[in-house]
Every structure is written in C-alpha cells, then in structure tokens.
C-alpha cells in the first residue's frame, strides 16, 4: 500500500486562520470569545477522519476501526465507551476541554460522540425519561411531555441530519428498508424504543416517531399510584389474574394496555411458562421478569402465525401471551385457548368491547376466506372470558374504561357480554355490577374457590355503594 503524505490536522491552528467563534457581549476584546461548540464537532470529525484516513494504516486496523464506529452507531455500551474516551483524549490532547456543550450531554466528549456518531441533538429525549413518545419531523425535535407534545428549542441541521439518522436505523437493523418504492416501515431497538419512519411521498417531510416503556414498576400497587385503577382494587386485580381467565386488553395507541398486561404476566406465579408471540421484539417479558422462564416467540412481516403456532405446541408451556394483534395473530392468539390451557392475555386496538368477537373474527376469515364469520364469532365468544378496556384522558392519565365478560350459550346459540366494571369520565369513579354469569362462575370455581369468592364478594361490597346504573349487558349479534 502506498501511503501518501498528508499534513497532520491540528485544531487549534484551524481555529487562529479561520478564527470561528460565537460572539459575546465584549466581542472587540478576543479574549472574550468563545469557541463554537458546532464548529468543533466538524472539526474533530475531520480530525477522526484523519487520524483513520486508509492510507495511513492497515487494511486490517481500517476493518477494525469501521467495526468499533458501526457498533458505537448502534449504541453498543462498549464501543461507546471506547470512543467517547478516545475523543476525550483528543481534546485534552487540543486544550480544549472548557469549551461549553448542550446540558442534555454528560460531558464535552460525549456530546461530540452523539454528535458524530449517534442522534446528535435529539439525544435531549433522555433527559425527559418519563416522556413515552418522541418525534422527528424534518429538522424540527418535539416531546410529549404531560400528556402533549412540545416542540424543543434544539432543532437538527438540516434535512442531509435526518438522513443519516435513518441511514443509521437501517444499517443496524437488517429487514428493515425505507425508501420511495416503500415509504415507512417500523422496528424496535435493542433497548426496547419502538420506533417508525415516514418519508415523501407518505409524508410531507421525514418523520420518525419514537415511543418507550416509561414504567418499570409492573405492579398494581404502581398503576393504582397513576391511577389508572382506584386503590380499593388492587387486590381485586390481583385475584382476578390468578384466575388465569383468557383475557384481551384493548385500547388505542398509548392507553397502557402493554404495561397492564405485563402487570396481570407480574403478578401471576413465577413459576408458570408463558409463550409470548408477537411480530417483532417489544414486550421485552424476559428483559423486564429475569427471573421468569418465558419463551419469546417472533412472526415475520407476514405474520407467520402457522409456524409459531406449530413450534408453540412443542414447547412446554402453560399459556400464551399474544401481543398486538393486527391480523391473522386472531387465529394464533384463539387457538391457544383451545390447546387445553388457560390463562391466554391479548392486547388489541379495540374500541367498543360489543365489537371484540366480530372484529377478531374478521382478521381470521380475511386469513382464511374459507371459513364463515358466524362460525368464527361463536368460537370467539366461547374461548374468551375477559375483556378489560383502557382509555388516555388529560395530561397523559390512562385508565381502565371497563371490565366485562364474555358470555356464550352453545343451547340457545347466542352471546352477550357483561360489564363487570365501567368508569365515568364526568364523575372520576368507577361503577361495579355483582352479577357475574353461572358460566364463569363456575369457570373460576373450579380453578380456585378463595380467589372467586374474594372477586365475588369485592364487586358485591363495591356496587352497594357505586353500583352500575345502566344496563349491563349488551348481546352479540351474529352475522353471516
């Protein structure tokens, strides 16, 4: 290899010729000008890029330098490290340790790191831990604080920034491809941030969203302290998921049907093996329950829910978890309550709890055109038992909107559903009914008398004083 000779890069003799610095006050005395922290994240870049340039070493240090920068672009902790200790001696090695960074970087060298290497200015988002979402949209930065999101001060530098944030998001996640034949597409990184990229023609201008687990805390004691369920029942919840009813959790986008879903997974016996299938890593039962047995279970883009159904049947296990349901994971998420266990939890983007078996059923009959929606409503309205509801209300408060059961009379081939529970939103209180049907009474009886009877007895107790006024129960209407 012929090396050719190049002049060293030097700093601070850059800064004397071009003399770059952000104005003060007393901008006439020199000595009172500050160096321009942009300024010197272009210029250690290129001080980078020049101390690695290919000609000056060898192939193998080149391919080991590119591996070092690609895992640091990941947000591999130790290639971090690594770098923003290598960038830190540059500095020292310049003097140039004082000059003054953004108070959302833990220090000088690490603000050039996220700068060169990562997300550059949106890095603030971590100053905000307990913000759910985050988006970029163009150059502009925006949080959801409380409940609605706030555009930041900050801004990227220009739409070639936003570029190279997507760039980075592909080349780190194979699969995932965003270009005009395929304008968005969505993953989740390794540390559990869902995130989900528009361009043109989608979208007016690149947008990429950002959305995080805000609660580690998977208690009912925790979401009663959110107020998300009153404090009178949390051991009511803690019952009923011991119960190991099949139950569905649905609510739009951001309800907290997630995080209440992996408070029922906490609060069951550790000792029991759930399957959790879902598209693509989010849930994260593993990361989050350590000291839990839980195999986690992936479809591909195309839902593939025959196979992990096929390899679910040969994994012990003692019941399924089924996160997000869009389409054919209906079929995989109903055909694990009939594998001869019990204890099945789905979330799902419903509205109306009156329509949960039809719209279930649906998704199954568009997988499988030969099968009739009536057939598919009744297996439905057979297999589940539960259905629990969430809402977003003001200031980011989620909620439990309601509790109901699903019914089914194979004699009279009918369905209805039953609320147990419902909240009003006027009022700030929920409302309780203590007639349960015989059916899952029964259900529950048979699986552990105490807990029943303490469900039982709690929405008896509860109605007497905040009993539910209107009716109850609604039939489900089959249709052919």
Same mark, same amino acid.
């Given at each position: ?129 307990? *913000? ?146 879902? *598209? ?54 109903? *055909? ?126 509860? *109605? ?17």
């Amino acid at each position: 290899m012929t090396h050719a000779l190049t002049k060293v890069f030097d700093i601070n003799e850059y800064l004397q010729e071009h003399a770059v610095f952000l104005a003060t006050e007393n901008n006439d005395n020199k000595q009172d000008k500050v160096l321009s922290f942009d300024l010197l994240v272009e210029k250690i870049r290129e001080s980078l890029s020049e101390k690695y340039d290919d000609n000056k070493i060898t192939d193998q240090q080149l391919a080991d330098r590119q591996e070092l920068e690609h895992q640091g672009a990941l947000g591999v902790a130790k290639a971090e490290n690594m770098l923003v200790s290598e960038i830190e001696t540059l500095l020292r090695e310049q003097n140039l340790l004082g000059v003054t960074y953004p108070d959302f970087y833990d220090s000088l060298a690490h603000g050039l790191f996220h700068e060169i290497y990562r997300f550059g200015t949106f890095h603030k988002w971590e100053s905000y831990p307990d *913000s759910p979402s985050a988006k970029i949209v163009g150059k502009e930065i925006w949080f959801k604080v409380d409940g609605s999101f706030k555009k930041q001060k900050e801004e990227l530098k220009d739409d070639k920034q936003v570029e190279e944030i997507i760039r980075l998001l592909q080349i780190g996640n194979s699969g995932f491809k965003v270009n005009e034949a395929n304008p968005q597409d969505e993953i989740v990184l390794e540390n559990g941030v869902r995130v989900k990229v528009l361009i043109p023609p989608l979208s007016q201008t690149p947008t990429i969203v950002f959305r995080r687990f805000v609660v580690k805390n998977f208690s009912f004691q925790k979401q009663a302290h959110y107020g998300t369920i009153p404090v009178e029942d949390i051991s009511f919840y803690e019952s009923l998921s011991n119960l190991y009813l099949n139950t569905i959790i649905a609510g739009e986008v951001e309800s907290g049907k997630s995080t209440f879903l992996k408070t029922v997974y906490g609060t069951r016996d550790k000792d029991r093996v759930a399957i959790l299938i879902e *598209s693509s890593p989010e849930t994260f039962l593993k990361r989050d329950f350590p000291d839990r047995l839980v195999h986690e279970l992936y479809t591909d883009k195309n839902g593939d829910i025959h196979a992990i159904i096929r390899d679910v049947l040969r994994i012990d296990h003692d019941y399924v978890i089924v996160q997000e349901v869009r389409g054919i994971e209906a079929e995989g998420a109903i *055909s694990a309550t009939e594998r001869g266990t019990r204890g099945t939890l789905i979330t799902y983007h419903i509205t109306d709890p009156l329509n949960t078996s039809e719209q279930l059923a649906q998704h199954i009959v568009d997988a499988f055109p030969n099968r009739r929606m009536t057939s598919e409503m009744r297996r439905i309205s057979k297999q589940l038992d539960l259905g629990i509801t969430m809402e977003t209300f003001e200031n980011n408060q989620k909620k439990v909107t309601s509790v109901y059961e699903m019914c089914n009379d194979n004699e009279k081939d009918k369905a209805w559903i039953n609320y147990l529970i419902k909240y009003d939103k006027q009022s700030d209180q929920w409302y309780y009914n203590p007639t349960i049907s015989e059916q899952l009474k029964e259900k529950m009886s048979i699986y552990d008398q105490s807990l029943t009877d303490y469900v039982l007895n709690h929405l008896k107790k509860r *109605s007497e004083r905040y009993p539910i006024t209107t009716n109850t129960y609604q039939e489900i209407h089959f249709k052919e």
